[in-house]
């Protein structure tokens, strides 16, 4: 009998399974629908210290999913991790927590116990930092936490560092220090090779990988949740032939990250009643919140062309050196909710190299989407719609942060560092440009060799080619201008969360408790960044990983009740130490 079913081998994921595996009496199992990454597996794109090419491989995403960022803009592609290590296996290394505020928050919004005093323990027992200690910081978790050292700080990302000093932004040591306003260099995960280090391989390293109460499988798409009345008993999984397993468990755990755990929920009649019952899913329990509260970063940047002079000299060093954290000061705003990642290079390829960028998001968003299901298919995306902006603290904040780039970007101590300032986005006309291919190979040649020899045409050739028309000067100039451009451009940070979010029981649109248990049924618990009540002041792949960390003690110090649960679940049929049934299937 499995005595741990883990649904979603993401950054999480992963975790879970290390942690709750240490018990050597629990068998734990983990199914993940993407391919293996382990540190022998991981592709170069992915094992790079760079990490511009991982996320554009559509073999490491969800290949169908589309999100709406704010009304007015279409659908575009938005880029989720489908392999083991989820995120973590893809992401730009960053390793920031937050301020404390934000999860004394989350105390505040329902999640008891999710306080900051509660959460920095968890903080400290997933990282190694090495450059530094004190009773913030951890010295022997899996994490391997440093900075870039400074000689190898690119020429513009330096600048641009001394001209915010010279602004009144100071720069402090250590992001993950006290919170305070702003600059630093960015802590980052790498191994002591200075390679990624994603959770399937810090995590679930060789010694992980031979435990023999730890099973790993991959290739598997997760059907639905499965019940005997209101326990969950396991889960139906998908293979590519056709077939189909009802694995059994006596505890399910869904780490399926904020856009997949609560589209499983859904399809396991867990969510809206009435939403599921247009879809012809039996309701299961009537939870109003599933789907809802959906967050992001909300972005924008400014961007430069890089003279020879200023180019990184180390083409292969993580690209997002040093970051600048300030308070917009707007009413009912929190310190700090501001966030701009200074780039060394814009892109992995030849265009991007040629281009230093801040890359701003609001730090801490108040706007709120949701998701629904399409249908109850399970190789049907889900309708994801962030309604980014839809709160006018965040559209007044990215406008803000424009502005900021822009005068940063144009100070006179800039002057030899740069030359044509203007705006950017990760569009989708940039993501299908950046993709690998010959053609896009020929277009970013040319394009790279016409701007290098433009000279004082390079602004006009910016203008036509890159940005379409839209200039910086135009945008500061016109606020309504600026308004159409932000709410049409405005990207995300891939930092989706909170669409499974914990709260008290009385909290009509809380899906779980403070445990990650889900409301309503028993057995099932959710584990990844859609428990967040609101979104942390940070890149959201460490706090996920703090979460997973507490919440497996969790369940690990919970009452063992998988005798009773063996006693309701029926019996299989066949691969019965493992708790298995293997079917054909007419429905998948």
């Excluded at 992915?46 to 279409?74: E, F």
């Excluded at 009802?246 to 990250?257: K, L, M, Q």
């Amino acid at each position: 009998m499995i005595d741990y079913l883990i649904l979603g081998g993401g950054s999480a994921g992963c975790v879970l399974a290390a942690r709750l595996s240490e018990d050597a009496s629990k068998n734990v199992c983990l199914i993940e629908a993407g391919r293996d990454i382990s540190q022998t597996t991981m592709p170069d794109a992915i094992r790079s210290r760079y990490p511009g090419r991982a996320y554009l491989d559509t073999n490491n995403i969800w290949q169908q999913l589309k999100a709406r960022m704010s009304p007015p803009a279409a659908l575009r592609r938005y880029e989720q991790a489908k392999l083991l290590g989820g995120g973590s296996a893809i992401n730009a290394l960053m390793a920031n927590r937050g301020a404390p505020a934000d999860y004394d928050e989350w105390e505040k919004l329902g999640a008891r116990g999710w306080n900051w005093d509660a959460c920095l323990p968890y903080f400290r027992k997933l990282e190694s930092d090495c450059d530094f200690g004190g009773e913030l910081h951890g010295a022997s978790g899996p994490l391997r936490i440093q900075r870039t050292a400074w000689p190898r700080i690119s020429p513009f990302v330096k600048a641009v560092l001394d001209t915010l000093q010279q602004r009144g932004h100071v720069l402090h040591e250590d992001q993950n220090g006290p919170w305070q306003d702003g600059t630093f260099i960015g802590s980052i995960a790498v191994s002591a090779q200075g390679e990624r280090i994603p959770t399937s391989v810090c995590y679930l390293d060789d010694e992980v990988r031979a435990r023999k109460n730890l099973s790993i499988r991959t290739g598997l798409v997760v059907d639905r949740i499965l019940f005997d009345g209101p326990r969950a008993t396991g889960a139906r999984v998908l293979h590519a032939d056709g077939t189909h397993e009802d694995v059994r468990a006596a505890r399910v755990i869904v780490s399926a990250g904020a856009i997949h755990s609560p589209a499983l929920l859904l399809r396991s009649g867990i969510g809206p009643a009435n939403d599921l019952k247009a879809l012809g899913i039996d309701v299961r329990a009537d939870r109003a919140g599933v789907g809802r509260n959906l967050m992001e970063h909300p972005s924008i940047a400014v961007s430069a062309f890089l003279p020879r002079a200023t180019r990184t000299p180390f083409p292969d060093e993580h690209h997002e050196q040093a970051i600048v954290r300030f308070s917009s000061g707007l009413p009912d705003t929190v310190p700090g909710d501001m966030h701009g990642a200074i780039l060394s290079r814009s892109g992995w390829h030849s265009v991007g190299y040629r281009l230093g960028t801040i890359f701003f998001w609001v730090n801490k968003s108040y706007s709120r989407g949701h998701l629904k299901l399409k249908s109850a298919s399970p190789f049907d995306e889900p309708q994801v719609d962030f309604a980014m902006l839809s709160d006018p603290r965040d559209l007044e904040r990215l406008k803000l942060a424009l502005r900021f780039g822009a005068q940063t970007l144009a100070a006179p101590s800039m002057a030899r560092h740069r030359d044509v300032v203007f705006p950017s986005s990760y569009s989708p006309r940039v993501a299908a440009v950046a993709v690998p291919g010959t053609w896009n190979t020929v277009q970013r040649g040319a394009l790279s060799a016409l701007l290098d020899v433009a000279g004082p045409l390079r602004g006009l050739l910016i203008r036509r080619v890159v940005t379409q028309g839209v200039s910086i000067e135009d945008l500061l100039a016109d606020d309504q201008a600026m308004t159409e451009f932000v709410t049409r451009s405005v990207g995300g940070t891939w930092h989706p969360s909170g669409t499974c979010r914990m709260g008290a029981a009385s909290d009509p649109l809380a899906v779980t408790d403070a445990d990650g248990a889900v409301y309503g049924v028993e057995g099932l618990h959710v584990c990844d960044a859609s428990l967040m009540p609101s979104i942390p002041c940070a890149n959201t792949n460490v706090p996920t990983i703090m979460i997973a960390e507490r919440v497996a003690e969790m369940i690990k110090g919970s009452r063992d009740t998988s005798q009773a649960i063996c006693r309701s679940a029926p019996s299989p049929v066949s691969t019965e130490s493992r708790g298995i049934v293997r079917h054909r299937s007419v429905d998948a």
